[in-house]
């Protein structure tokens, strides 16, 4: 895998002297869809601005397609799409041409077939010759999609895209974001949303106060960190564990009823077997038998609450 | 240079001209037609010729600097303060153009509407006054010009300013007075000695005394001398276009 984007030790340090990114590398691998996960005032926006070049960083390098974001600018740029954060959009134009101006600002000749797809697209095809100033918030946020994909970027940058967004926006979002994928575009995402990284993403970084914490493929972030649960359902409820299981990390569920193991789906045995056939010797009967995975959210709050101090 | 930008911001920033031309030309004519009452007609019946020329038509090339100065900075100062104020510039930043390139839509665009009123105020002109103009080429010259110049300036303020009041403030407190005190409405030769050295201090007389030269042929000072007070004009507001270019002077964080 070639990385599209490629962050060096990037630090910003803003006028007041705030730190917002310290020392963040961070490859991006072109056609992956990459999460950034990280609470409000992790320097997620801070790292998205440095690489599309509204924020200048304080030391590192940014290459976006092998092209320094610095002195080979112009290419560099053309290559990305950004939808920001906050809703900022020209309110007395109407959609269309707002969408136009975005393709041309981008150095591309004008196409109208290309616009009106990317419009359909969002549906927002309707509404082309409504101002923006009478658009509702979700679809002023269609609109700011739009005009990042009308000069067709080969890396899209969503930040926080699903803040104050109805549930059709945002499965109409995934669903863009998917065909995007598929036509090889690189999408990098923020969120502050376990669930959203855990729908969409290919790849997970998490990020706190301006450091990268850890960048994992999805499905071995959850499996190398997440932990599961085995809850045992008895026939018959027990007052306590019995003393020829104290030697697993047991706990007794509600009113005696099951009890609960926790395992490390990354550790060499899990004990799973052994447990079962102790069980068995102790002359308990088992009714039904469950396993549960721990979420992001989980594995996020353990990370963060690592890193404080 | 990216032209399709250029062209995409030119004609973004027209769009919004023609969208709100009637109250941009309005204003404008409508004071140019007082003004001919009040000191064409009124006064100016009462005020002998100047220099052989007609009161009246005298005034013509002041009222039409006035308006293309005023024009000027407030089109370029509102068209980049305004995606300042609401954010919008994220994406002129975030752009594959150079700051050279925005400017040029901008500038572009701000003077182009400059013009247009120019123009319209000139025909409206027509209607009071006889007017011939001895040197058309060099009226244009120095409409294009000036025009150019002053949205630079204007362009200069929107980024500078920090708020509305900023915006209103520098053609409030500097245009207008450079444009009443140089010599719009009079020659400075009506002047005591003393003022008519001062005035010589003032930006504007050279652009009211080139351009009203062009019309008819007389001057405050010689046309050579007007033309390069533009340019020297033209090249301080270039040269802090370009400090602003290279210290992304309150543009970028
Ligand atoms: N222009 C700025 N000047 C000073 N501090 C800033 C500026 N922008 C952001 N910050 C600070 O940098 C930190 C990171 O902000 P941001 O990147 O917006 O975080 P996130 O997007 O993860 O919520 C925050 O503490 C914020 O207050
Ligand atoms: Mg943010």
């Known amino acids: 895998m070639t990385a599209i984007v490629s962050v060096k030790n990037l630090t910003k340090i803003y006028e007041g002297g705030f730190t917002a990114l310290n020392d963040v590398s961070l490859d991006i691998e072109q056609g992956e869809i990459l999460a ?42 053309s290559l990305i799409g950004l939808v920001p954060q906050e809703i900022t959009i020209e309110p007395f134009e109407t959609v269309i041409n707002t969408t136009k101006l975005s393709r041309g600002l981008f150095g591309m000749k004008r196409d109208d077939a290309h616009i009106e797809e990317t419009l359909r697209a969002l549906s927002l095809w309707d509404k082309r010759k409504s101002r923006n100033v009478e658009l509702s918030g979700g679809m002023k946020r269609r609109v700011l999609i739009a005009k990042a994909l009308s000069h067709e970027p080969r890396v899209l940058f969503l930040d926080e895209p699903t803040a104050g967004v109805d549930v059709e926006l945002r499965r109409d979002m995934w669903n863009l974001v998917r065909r995007l994928r598929d036509d090889g575009v690189t999408i990098i995402l923020t969120t502050h949303y376990i669930e959203e990284a855990e729908e969409i993403a290919d790849r997970v970084g998490v990020i706190n106060k301006g450091e990268i914490l850890l960048v994992e493929d999805k499905t071995s972030l959850m499996s190398k960190l997440g932990k599961k649960q085995l809850t045992i359902d008895l026939q018959q409820p027990v007052e306590a564990i019995p003393q020829s299981l104290s ?51 989980d594995i996020f709050v353990d990370l963060v609450k690592e890193d404080a101090p | 240079m990216n032209w399709y930008a250029i062209a995409a911001i030119y004609k973004f920033e027209m769009a919004r001209t023609f969208r709100t031309l009637a109250q941009s030309v309005a204003s404008p004519v409508l004071s140019t037609i007082l003004y001919f009452v009040v000191f064409g007609s009124a006064i100016g019946s009462r005020i002998d010729d100047i220099e052989g020329v007609q009161y009246g038509a005298f005034i013509v090339p ?192």
């Open chain 1, 247 to 297: 030697s697993y990390p047991l706990t007794l569920g509600p009113e005696g009823k099951s009890l609960i193991y926790g395992y490390d789906t990354s550790a060499e045995r899990t004990g799973i077997t052994k447990l079962l056939n102790d069980l068995a010797a102790a002359g308990m009967t088992m009714s039904d038998m469950s396993t549960s995975q721990s979420s992001l959210e």
């Open chain 1, 36 to 77: 950034l996960l990280g609470p409000n005032g992790a320097g997620k926006t801070t790292l998205i601005s440095a690489i599309c070049g509204l924020v200048s960083p304080t030391s590192g390098t940014i290459t976006v397609g092998g092209h320094d974001i610095i002195s080979e600018f112009r290419a560099a740029r």
């Open chain 2, 62 to 253: 002041g009222l039409i600097m006035l308006t293309l100065l005023t024009q000027s900075v407030s089109n370029a100062s509102f068209g980049i303060y305004f995606p300042k104020f609401i954010g919008t510039i994220y994406e002129l930043l975030s752009a594959p153009i150079s700051f050279i390139d925005i400017v040029v839509g901008f500038v572009g665009a701000a003077a182009t509407k400059a013009v247009m009123i120019a123009l319209i105020i000139l025909a409206t002109s027509t209607f009071f006054v006889d007017l011939q103009i001895a040197h058309p080429v060099w009226m244009f010259a120095f409409l294009f010009l000036t025009a150019i110049t002053f949205s630079l300036f204007g362009f200069i303020i929107g980024i500078w300013a920090k708020n509305f009041e900023q915006l209103q403030l520098i053609p409030l407190l500097v245009i207008t007075p450079l444009v009443f005190l140089g010599g719009s409405f009079y020659s400075i030769s009506m002047l005591p000695p003393a003022w008519q050295t001062v005035s010589l201090f003032n930006p504007v007389l050279y652009l009211v005394s080139g351009f009203r030269w062009s019309f008819f042929e007389v001057a405050d000072v010689s046309v050579g001398i007007s033309l390069a007070m533009v340019c020297v004009f033209l090249a301080l507001c270039l040269t802090a276009i370009w400090w602003i270019f290279k210290t992304g002077y309150r543009i970028k964080n």
